[in-house]
């Protein structure tokens, strides 16, 4: 069992180089990283080491075969300086539903957990202060055994990287309903954060951006007839005054702000609909006047306001609302995640 955790702290930290006022989304990273190695059998003791390229042989199969998973969080911190994470062994056990459908080894949640507070600790002054500001976290997994032999490797690593990060949308989002491709299949890998899903993402989503889109939301691969989610979101629908999202299935990402919202939606007498939508439904809402918002939910993309929606060669812009759910979802999740209101839950977990 590793339950020792090496701490390799870096020669000079690269911290003043930071603009903390302004950062980017996922590009600037902590001075440190968490790695431990799945070899002979078992996970090895974690090292805390600095920040720096890893060295991996060509055949390692997770260039061939991609064996690949990764989890989004973020750590916040309070007005007391103390420092936050939201569920954090949920996304453990997404972790490890998704190592499982990989064939990837099981984490333990305390080489997890404690490998995440430890990489935290050493790093705690690159967590951000500044609201709309957080850490972000990436932990993630993959196949380091090698050979060209196409069958589960023998060898893995679990990494966790920070990066202090901003926005995940720099500005207004619109996305296109995708009528054509599919992210995911029946049967298939979609409910996991598997690398090969964001890869077969870039495609579609590239067509869309070239066409004046953020992202692809995502239909079902059958019919296309149902809304599924988007790219790195979970995706709510206003009808009137009803919230819809779809039931998670074996396609979709089952989101950790998406069950968040739900609850809280409820808590705060919102009518809350889980149940497929069509794209029928949603466009005629659209055409009556009877769709007032629709919004993405995720780690990194917290609550992304639509602006305006395309399906085939057609615009549909969404109203500005005086008082939109998604404005007070966004401050009632992210006043929990930051300790400015109570959590009823006990969602919150300190360092
Ligand atoms: N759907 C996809 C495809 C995602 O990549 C993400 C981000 O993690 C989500 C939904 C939202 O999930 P969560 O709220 O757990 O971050
Ligand atoms: C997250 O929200 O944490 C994600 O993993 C989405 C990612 C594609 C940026």
Same mark, same amino acid.
């Given at each position: 069992m590793n339950s020792n955790i090496e701490i390799k702290h870096i020669e =000079?930290?690269?911290?003043?180089?930071?603009d903390f006022n302004n950062l980017p989304f996922g590009s600037v990273y902590s001075d440190h990283m968490l790695t431990c190695t799945f070899k002979d059998g078992k996970w090895q003791d974690a090292v805390v080491e600095p920040f720096a390229p890893i060295s991996l042989d060509p055949s390692a199969k997770i260039f061939h075969y991609g064996q690949s998973i990764f989890e989004g969080m973020k750590a916040y911190k309070d007005a007391d300086g103390n420092t936050l994470l939201f569920r954090p062994l949920d996304n453990c056990k997404r972790l490890n539903k998704s190592a499982e459908r990989l064939v990837i080894p099981q984490i333990p949640e305390e080489t997890f957990m404690n490998g995440l507070k430890a990489l935290l600790k050493v790093d705690d @002054?690159?967590?951000?202060? =500044?609201?709309?500001s957080s850490l972000y976290i990436r932990p993630f997994m993959f196949a380091s055994g090698n050979g060209f032999h196409a069958s589960p490797a023998d060898e893995y690593k679990f990494m966790i990287c920070t990066a202090p990060s +901003? @926005?995940?949308? /720099?500005g207004k989002v619109k996305v296109l309903i995708e009528e =054509?491709? /599919?992210r995911a299949a029946n049967? +298939?890998?979609?409910? /996991? =954060? @598997? +690398?090969g899903n964001y890869a077969a993402q870039f495609y579609p989503t590239q067509l869309a951006i070239e066409k004046g889109y953020n992202q692809v939301i995502w239909t079902d691969?059958?019919?296309?007839?149902y809304i599924e989610e988007a790219g790195a979101m979970n995706i709510f629908i206003r009808i009137n005054d009803t919230l819809i999202t779809s039931p998670t299935n074996d396609r979709i990402l089952d989101g950790i702000t998406r069950k968040s919202i739900i609850q809280i939606a409820k808590d705060l007498g919102i009518n809350v609909e889980v149940r497929k939508i069509s794209v029928t439904e949603v466009i005629a809402a659209a055409k009556s006047g009877e769709l007032k918002e629709m919004f993405g939910a995720g780690t990194a993309a917290v609550i992304s306001p639509i602006a305006g929606f395309g399906f085939q060669e057609n615009d549909y812009d969404l109203p500005e609302l005086e008082k939109p759910y998604a404005a007070l979802l966004k401050k009632t999740i992210t006043d929990i995640q930051t300790n400015k209101a109570e959590d009823p839950y006990g969602w919150r977990v300190q360092l």
């Open positions: =000079k930290s690269k911290i003043d180089t930071v @002054a690159w967590i951000p202060t =500044k609201e709309g +901003g @926005a995940y949308f /720099a =054509k491709y /599919a049967g +298939g890998v979609g409910f /996991a =954060k @598997a +690398g691969d059958n019919t296309h007839e």
